[in-house]
């Protein structure tokens, strides 16, 4: 099922050139942010020339947006068919932990081994803390995760990492509506911004997986995934 766009409802930010590096980037944010609202709930229709409306663009820009947005894994780019903000099943989901299971306890290790700076990971737990609305809180989630496997010395390992943030923000921002328990996930932040700063490789590694175990207990075990 999907939903044409209801901006009349929607609270897009104002477009302002000399402030954005480019149009397209400007879009491509102000699109995310919706949808990690849950504004542009998960089935809707983006249309372009409705969104260029509204934004004052060409449909360059947003066409360009969208196509960086389906190769983050947040919308789907059907031939004939338009575009629509993804919907992700349960299995998505866990697909997207599996593979974070797999691969960010032992990047996270790496880095605390490297010897990694880790004050961006501060400085978004903070950010984390003073958010007042999903999306600022999952993209300070994400900047979180980023910040403490960024060190890991492997370009494929961070890459692939990377491309698994939107989605897991898309996953955390849909989990947090139904059952909030980003106040607990926080003070699990916090435990292992501790240990990585202290040089605890191995017993960050553990934290971080049972960080991502929780998450994946609390919200994709015990129900499907539904938006």
């Known amino acids: 099922m999907t939903y044409e766009i209801p901006f009349g409802g929607a609270t897009l930010p104002a477009f302002s050139p000399a402030t954005l590096p480019s149009r397209t980037a400007h879009v ?83 880095s605390v081994v490297a010897g990694s700076d880790f004050s961006d990971a501060a400085q978004a737990l903070e950010r984390a803390a003073l958010a007042e609305d999903a999306s600022t809180r999952s993209t300070a989630n994400r900047d979180f995760h980023r910040g403490l496997y960024a060190g890991c010395g492997n370009p494929l390992l961070l890459r692939t990492l990377d491309g698994l943030r939107d989605q897991t923000a898309l996953v955390s921002a849909s989990s947090w509506a139904r059952s909030p328990s980003w106040q607990e996930e926080s003070y699990e932040h916090a435990a292992v911004l501790e240990c990585v700063r202290s040089g605890k490789a191995d017993e960050a590694a553990t934290l971080v997986r049972r960080h991502i175990e929780g998450f994946v207990a609390r919200h994709l075990q015990e129900e499907t995934l539904t938006h």
């Open 28 to 110: 491509l944010e102000a699109i995310k942010s919706a949808i990690l609202n849950g504004e542009f709930k998960p089935g809707t229709a983006l249309v372009e020339n409705v969104l260029a409306g509204e934004f004052g663009v060409s449909k360059t820009p947003v066409r360009e947006a969208l196509k960086a947005l389906e190769g983050s894994g947040l919308v789907v780019i059907r031939p004939f068919a338009g575009t629509t903000v993804r919907e992700l099943s349960e299995q998505d989901a866990m697909a997207v932990y599996d593979m974070r299971l797999l691969l960010e306890p032992e990047a996270v290790r790496r």
